[in-house]
């Protein structure tokens, strides 16, 4: 079973359409992060959010961190091919620095 | 910041060699490291957690013997992938933070695309 799940698990959308990625658990996080990786490379931190309810806003991406610490959201606003990737939530366990990562979200944004 | 190395970026091994990979924190010393495997179009799947001078420890379902951990210095840990078959094939990554600073992000590599012929 899967800590953390994310869903959609893909998305294909055109340029200028908004979209929203979900990541879920029965579990409660003291933190939660969203990464986005590309093909070949690494995953690249995007955010932390910390206290429930949290809202933080990058640019074209804004971030929700669930009353309940258990969820989050990712909504990207008028889309761009630059944000094809995978994005990926993840959360420490039991106050480790062991970082557990989401199934995944893999997004395409055509021209 | 915080930089994480690791090479080789890429390697093609024939199956039943055994192959090393690096892990090197630049600019900060890491008294832990995290191993994780990627398989094609999956997510990032948590291996092992590297400990300077003890012990790696494991997650569930992952071989010890096969894939070895060595962190000998507090900049330094190495994955060694034994006897490797193609089912060993992914795309292998490290991660690593600056001790003591809580809450701090982890650092990633760049990762290690293992392809075993």
């Known amino acids: 079973t899967q800590l953390l799940e994310q869903s959609p698990q893909f998305l294909s959308i055109q340029e200028g359409e908004n979209l929203t990625v979900y990541c879920n658990s029965s579990?409660?996080?003291?933190?939660l992060q969203w990464y986005r990786q590309e093909p070949g490379e690494g995953p690249v931190l995007l955010v932390t959010?910390?206290?429930?309810?949290e809202v933080k806003k990058l640019k074209r991406l804004t971030f929700q961190f669930g009353d309940a610490r258990k969820d989050s959201s990712l909504h990207i606003t008028a889309a761009q091919p630059g944000d094809t990737g995978l994005y990926l939530c993840a959360a420490a366990l039991n106050n480790t620095d062991k970082l557990i990562f989401g199934t995944g979200t893999r997004l395409q944004v055509f021209p | 910041g915080a930089v994480v190395s690791q090479h080789p970026s890429r390697v093609i091994c024939k199956s039943g060699t055994s192959v090393k990979i690096e892990c090197r924190s630049l600019?900060?010393?890491?008294?832990?490291m995290f191993w994780y495997r990627q398989f094609p179009k999956q997510s990032l799947m948590l291996m092992a957690t590297?400990?300077?001078?003890?012990?790696?420890?494991?997650e569930q379902g992952v071989e010890k013997d096969k894939f070895l951990i060595n962190h000998a210095s507090l900049t330094l840990s190495t994955l060694t992938v034994t006897s490797a078959h193609p089912e060993d094939s992914s795309f292998y990554i490290c991660s690593a933070k600056p001790p003591g600073q809580y809450n701090s992000p982890l650092h990633f590599g760049n990762g290690t695309r293992l392809t075993v012929t």
């Open positions: 590297s400990n300077e001078g003890s012990k790696a420890t494991y």
């Open positions: 959010v910390v206290t429930g309810g």
């Open positions: 579990s409660v996080f003291s933190s």
């Open positions: 600019d900060f010393q890491a008294t832990t």
